[in-house]
């Protein structure tokens, strides 16, 4: 009858040391969640919205000058600029405040640079009707380019065309009294190309 009161005393031995262990174990923060694998596609209205970056979009045409810049190129005063589309050039002009001997203006021409044949064609022979000559090659202008015109009757009249990364750049300032040279149509290029 020993072996009964000793399996006894065992056992409240067992159960007196299970009562004075602590109750948790392991790790007291939860660890990943992990669920089930499915073959079925996530619905897109639950997917992370990813934003592309966006470029800062480019000034339109005819607010890269302003009024008083187109002024003091042309040496005379000019009005705001005036819009035009047509056979796939986009043209703004700034004409002078008072009228003057000879168009009175300076333009800006953007066009695709496929254009660029045809839109020369038709500047030289617009420059050639109004007697201006004198084509000169704007080298390091762009990807290929050229000035032409004259001081027609005291009236200087000046174009500059530019090709440079596919795009068609035209250019023109005339008027009496006014500024418009080769050298100053040429800068005048050069800074609109700068400006985009």
């Given at each position: 009858?020993?072996?009964?009161?000793?399996?006894?005393?065992?056992?409240?031995?067992?159960?007196?040391?299970?009562?004075?262990?602590?109750?948790?174990?392991?790790?007291?923060?939860?660890?990943?969640?992990?669920?089930?694998?499915?073959?079925?596609?996530?619905?897109?209205?639950?997917?992370?919205?990813?934003?592309?970056?966006?470029?800062?979009?480019?000034?339109?045409?005819?607010?890269?000058?302003?009024?008083?810049?187109?002024?003091?190129?042309l040496g005379l005063p000019?009005?705001?600029?005036?819009?035009?589309?047509?056979?796939?050039?986009?043209?703004?002009?700034?004409?002078?405040?008072?009228?003057?001997?000879?168009?009175?203006?300076?333009?800006?021409?953007?066009?695709?640079?496929?254009?660029?044949?045809?839109?020369?064609?038709?500047?030289?022979?617009?420059?050639?009707?109004?007697?201006?000559?004198?084509r000169k090659l704007l080298?390091?202008?762009?990807?290929?380019?050229?000035?032409?015109?004259?001081?027609?009757?005291?009236?200087?009249?000046?174009?500059?065309?530019?090709?440079?990364?596919?795009?068609?750049?035209?250019?023109?300032?005339?008027?009496?009294?006014?500024?418009?040279?080769?050298?100053?149509?040429?800068?005048?290029?050069?800074?609109?190309?700068?400006?985009?």
């Amino acid at each position: 009858m020993r072996y009964p009161v000793l399996v006894l005393a065992v056992v409240l031995l067992v159960a007196g040391c299970a009562a004075e262990e602590p109750t948790t174990y392991g790790p007291t923060t939860a660890g990943p969640t992990v669920r089930p694998k499915t073959s079925a596609p996530v619905p897109e209205d639950t997917l992370p919205v990813i934003e592309e970056p966006t470029e800062t979009p480019a000034k339109p045409l005819c607010e890269i000058f302003t009024t008083a810049e187109i002024s003091a190129t042309l040496g005379l005063p000019v009005r705001k600029a005036v819009m035009t589309k047509s056979g796939g050039y986009v043209t703004c002009t700034w004409a002078t405040v008072k009228p003057v001997d000879g168009p009175g203006v300076v333009s800006i021409t953007r066009g695709d640079g496929a254009l660029y044949t045809a839109y020369s064609q038709k500047v030289v022979a617009e420059a050639k009707a109004k007697k201006a000559r004198g084509r000169k090659l704007l080298e390091g202008v762009g990807d290929q380019g050229f000035a032409i015109g004259a001081s027609v009757s005291g009236v200087p009249i000046w174009y500059a065309v530019v090709e440079h990364a596919g795009v068609l750049t035209g250019v023109q300032a005339s008027g009496a009294g006014s500024k418009a040279s080769v050298g100053t149509i040429k800068a005048f290029m050069i800074e609109v190309l700068a400006r985009g």
